[in-house]
């Protein structure tokens, strides 16, 4: 069976600071991957996407970047925190052939920039 | 452009009581629509899914949800609510081939009183 792995679980960074975000799947080949942030508790924003390893497509400019060194692993990225980057994190997969079309999401990393 | 609304913020129901919550869509094209629920501080999970035949979907949890074209509705339903089902859902469509996006609705909470 897949299962999706985030870590961490809570990260409490000063602005400023790097930042680094992994995700991993395990139990299926070549899924896309997917970020997104949710604020509030409420709207979920499409941060970035990978159809592969190295294939990397944004949704909205911001301050984040995002790599896929590995066909199971994503990662979010920051050089410099900025106070509007606090909020739940979270990492997705879907099949990346099958028609299966449904995401699948990890647990969350809760991300506050003091 | 695809997309989906939910026009319920909150829905109160009590235990035992029938519950629904709402959701259309708007669509060039086939819709592929979907329904998850997150509970406070975890990641979405996958109740269930449209993408063709029978308009009435059966999902995790004793969910369905009836894909209705002519409304353009994929409302959510439970015929016996369970204070368990208080949580956040989320209505979803997929926004294209491309990378099997999803875009999510604003979310509906439930509270199911006992």
């Known amino acids: 069976s897949q299962t999706i792995h985030q870590w961490p679980a809570t990260l409490v960074q000063p602005v400023g600071s790097p930042l680094s975000l992994e995700c991993t799947v395990e139990?299926?080949?070549?899924?896309?991957l997917y970020w997104y942030r949710q604020a509030a508790g409420r709207g979920l924003q499409l941060l970035f996407y990978?159809?592969?390893?190295?294939?990397i497509s944004s949704e909205v400019p911001q301050n984040l970047s995002a790599s896929r060194p590995q066909d199971r692993q994503f990662i979010l990225s920051s050089k410099k925190l900025l106070l509007s980057d606090s909020g739940f994190y979270l990492c997705?997969?879907?099949?990346?052939?099958?028609?299966?079309?449904?995401?699948?999401f990890g647990p969350g990393t809760r991300l506050t920039v003091t | 452009a695809q997309s989906v609304a939910q026009p319920e913020d909150q829905v109160n129901v009590a235990e035992g009581n029938p519950l629904t919550v709402k959701c259309t869509y708007s669509?060039?094209?086939?819709?592929?629509l979907f329904w998850y629920v997150q509970y406070p501080n975890r990641g979405l999970q996958f109740l269930l899914k449209?993408?063709?035949?029978?308009?009435l979907v059966k999902g995790s949890y004793g969910f369905e949800a009836e894909f209705n074209k002519s409304q353009t509705s994929f409302h959510l339903k439970k015929p016996s609510a369970l204070v368990s089902d208080s949580a956040l859902y989320f209505c979803?469509?997929?926004?294209?081939?491309?990378?099997?996006?999803?875009?999510f609705g604003g979310g509906t909470r439930v509270l199911v009183k006992p």
């Open positions: 997705a997969y879907s099949a990346g052939t099958g028609g299966a079309y449904e995401q699948y």
């Open positions: 139990g299926t080949s070549n899924p896309n």
């Open positions: 990978s159809v592969g390893i190295g294939q």
């Open positions: 669509v060039s094209g086939n819709p592929y």
């Open positions: 449209y993408i063709t035949g029978d308009n």
């Open positions: 979803a469509v997929r926004k294209g081939a491309a990378g099997n996006k999803l875009t």
